[in-house]
């Protein structure tokens, strides 16, 4: 199930962590490569490169956000190309950054995110179900409300996937969202009372 409708700025807890426990660490790194699985019609990886953008300077031509959905719809990659999105997704954005990486698009109440961003995300349909990454050696997975609609024994071999597909590296998920029993092994909680791991092995 794909979840298609959500914002800019969502998950304001996530995107701090990543900014405060993530990205110290990636500014060392010659490249960067991050997956969000589950990604919609791109509000979240583009927030997300937006994050890394105001934290990581010019470090963050190193970035590729490898954004993949089952998308049903076959609308995702479009939108996400075109990065333009309608007022009532962009408004919770703030002010200086909105004004920093958005613009007016052709049609009405419209926003057209900067081209140094687009840059930095590439969309790819892929069913987690089917168990194949789209990359190994990455920096971060995020997942969020993808993994609660999987049945337990599904869920943990999405997360075993994850695991093997991470070099070093974080997953983030949702805060609702707690890891299986039998995948605490595989994660170390970087922070108490927080959805944000570190691979473990």
Not at 7 to 23: A, G, H, P, S, W
Not at 92 to 118: L, M
Request: aromatic fraction near 12%; hydrophobic fraction near 40%.
């Amino acid at each position: 199930m794909a979840i298609a409708f959500t914002y800019f700025f969502r998950d304001m807890q996530t995107l701090e962590m990543i900014r405060d426990y993530v990205i110290p660490e990636l500014r060392s790194r010659r490249y960067i490569h991050i997956w969000d699985a589950g990604c919609a019609m791109g509000p979240e990886p583009y927030s997300l490169a937006i994050v890394l953008r105001e934290n990581m300077g010019m470090t963050f031509r190193n970035v590729k956000i490898h954004a993949t959905d089952i998308d049903n719809s076959n609308l995702f990659g479009d939108i996400i190309k075109k990065g333009i999105y309608p007022r009532e997704m962009v408004q919770r954005i703030p002010e200086p950054i909105f004004n920093k990486y958005f613009s007016p698009a052709d049609e009405p109440d419209h926003f057209r995110i900067s081209d140094e961003i687009r840059r930095s995300v590439e969309f790819t349909k892929n069913d987690l179900l089917n168990l194949k990454p789209i990359r190994t050696g990455l920096n971060l997975i995020l997942c969020k409300n993808v993994l609660l609609h999987f049945k337990e024994e599904e869920r943990i071999e999405v997360l075993k996937m994850f695991h093997d597909s991470l070099e070093g590296g974080y997953f983030a998920t949702e805060q609702t969202q707690k890891i299986p029993l039998e995948m605490q092994e595989y994660f170390e909680p970087v922070v108490a009372n927080a959805q944000l791991y570190r691979k473990v092995g």
